[in-house]
């Protein structure tokens, strides 16, 4: 009496992993009632809700861009010249896009997964009331074939069988969920602040995101921090300086948040990965002491299931009484995990032509772009960059002047970062894959050009390798028959028959059939071939 304990899993084979980036450009029109624009100080672009039809051959996309814009109006001397305008709603940026999907092996039906977020946002002053915007979109996509491997896990029988085992650690992509929730608040502006005339700038960003699995659902939290920069009102009732306020967690100010992502496949023991950014954001003022925050958030969560198995490679009995089914298997292994908190520190100096620094006022930081990941002896190596934009009073002849700065790709003094994970079993070589989240960021004043940054971010490495496995996927035992039969027969093959089917039906072994009709066990079978079975002795 043979009982085998079988086990699956189920994993998800990447085919392709592209990485594509659709270029946006175009012109937006200030309104009539709005100042003409002289200079730009900064603009911002929030990428809304996307959507997405798969056809097999391309991905088309629909979505939309906010745009935000502060700017240096044309003015009479009396006048304040800092203004901002936001095209949203109805008046952002609307796009379609067609990409062309990675062409992968015929004859397989696989899955298509894509992600796309907003990697740059720039605007140029075309005439007093258009600006021309050229945005980039970026689009992973990745296709895959979902992989079942059974296997046994466990031999019980009275006869003497020795088994080998091996412990494998795949990972399977349960599911991947998207959604989106909206955030509202409302801010005092009170002393020593100044009232609000009018709001010219705003950036929100998530920080400090963390997520949780129960069944059924996933549920993320963390906080949305505000930055405001506004024309202040005075005593006097007439518009005064250029100020900001920050709402962040140093302060207590950040508007916290939590999103539920219902997914029926979702279970305690899964892990996840979450992403939150920001679809939109408005800023009010109907008081000059009161201000509004109205923020989109989206969110993407992909559920992992972590497997632990053990796998029988090896079953031998004595005297030909096992018959075994092997596969050979390639498996896509966790070799390890960590977590470590990075912090980035980088001193940035003002562009030459840039005023001297008197004030910050905002600065805000792209999310980190990831040029190397890679696993070295017992260690990973990351590096990437962060692009800032900073918006601040500088020296003027009479009265501080707003204006602002930028370090990104094309800049000379930009903030780059590397960094060594140690991770024991790592070896060079291996599949390392990194998860960066962003848990806030300020700047200090070192003197009149120049700042330092301090980042601090999460980050979450995951190192995963490839092995070939011959695993035993059944085992059958093959006992004397005692009741009589010819010493030899012949079996024409059927459609869909295979060794192990024949071997079971006959009870003989694989081999037995295999060395009786010159063929090799991994051989296929062909419908409608005699072949000979000897009986068993």
Request: glycine letters at 6%.
């Given at each position: 009496m043979l009982k085998c304990r079988y086990e699956e899993v189920r994993t998800t084979q990447v ?91 015929s004859g397989q039906n696989v899955e298509w997964d894509w992600d796309a977020e907003l990697l ?418």
């Open positions: 085919l392709v992993a592209d990485e594509q980036v659709v270029f946006l450009e175009g012109e937006l029109v200030l309104p009539d009632d709005c100042r003409e624009v002289r200079r730009i100080y900064s603009c911002r672009g929030y990428l809304g809700e996307i959507r997405g039809e798969l056809d097999g051959k391309s991905l088309s996309l629909y979505g939309q861009v906010e745009a935000h814009l502060t700017y240096e109006g044309q003015t009479g001397e009396e006048e304040r010249p800092e203004y901002g305008y936001n095209w949203q709603g109805t008046e952002a940026i609307i796009f379609t896009e067609k990409i062309v999907l990675p062409e992968v092996a740059a946002f720039s605007m140029e002053v075309l005439s007093g009331r258009k600006v021309r915007f050229n945005a980039e979109v970026g689009v992973k996509l990745r296709a895959g074939v979902e992989k079942a491997l059974t296997f046994l896990n466990n031999l019980e029988t009275e006869a003497r069988i020795e088994t080998v085992k091996e412990r494998i650690v795949p990972e399977e992509l349960v599911a991947s969920v998207k959604g989106s929730k909206e955030v509202n608040n409302q801010y005092q502006i009170s002393y020593p602040k100044a009232p609000i005339a009018r709001i010219i700038g705003s950036d929100a960003k998530p920080v400090g995101v963390k997520a949780a699995v129960s069944r059924g659902r996933v549920t993320i939290e963390g906080f949305v921090e505000v930055n405001m920069v506004y024309v202040s009102l005075g005593a006097d009732g007439e518009e005064n300086g250029v100020k900001a306020v920050n709402w962040n967690q140093q302060n207590g100010g950040a508007l916290p948040f939590q999103i539920v992502l219902e997914e029926p496949k979702a279970q305690t023991e899964q892990v996840t990965f979450a992403r939150v950014w920001v679809e939109s954001l408005a800023l009010t003022s109907p008081h000059p002491e009161v201000c509004r925050v109205q923020a989109v958030l989206g969110a993407k969560a992909e559920l992992i299931n972590p497997r632990t198995a053990q796998v029988i490679v090896e079953a031998t009995a004595e005297a030909e009484i096992l018959d075994v089914l092997r596969q050979d298997c390639e498996v896509e292994e966790i070799v390890g995990e960590a977590e470590k908190v990075l912090r980035l520190e980088k001193n940035l100096t003002l562009p030459t032509e840039s005023p001297n620094l008197e004030e910050i006022l905002l600065v805000s930081s792209s999310r980190p772009q990831i040029i190397e990941c890679q696993a070295d002896a017992d260690r990973v190596f990351l590096e990437g960059e962060v692009y800032f934009t900073l918006i601040y009073l500088g020296e003027g002849e009479t009265d501080a002047v707003l204006t602002s700065a930028f370090w990104g790709p094309r800049s000379m003094d930009k903030a780059v970062f590397g960094e060594f994970i140690d991770l024991p079993g790592v070896e060079e070589g291996m599949s390392a894959s990194v998860y960066l989240e962003e848990d806030g960021v300020d700047l200090e004043i070192l003197d009149e050009r120049s700042v330092q940054v301090n980042v601090t971010y999460r980050a979450r490495v995951t190192v995963k390798a490839k092995r070939m496995l011959s695993v035993v996927r059944d085992c059958a035992l093959v006992t004397e028959d005692e009741r009589p039969k010819p010493s030899m027969l012949f079996y024409f093959v059927q459609k869909d028959d295979n060794l192990w089917k024949v071997a079971r039906r006959y009870n003989t072994t694989m081999k037995a059939i295999a060395d009786a009709n010159n063929l090799s066990e991994e051989e296929g079978l062909v419908a409608g071939t005699k072949l000979l079975i000897h009986k068993k002795r």
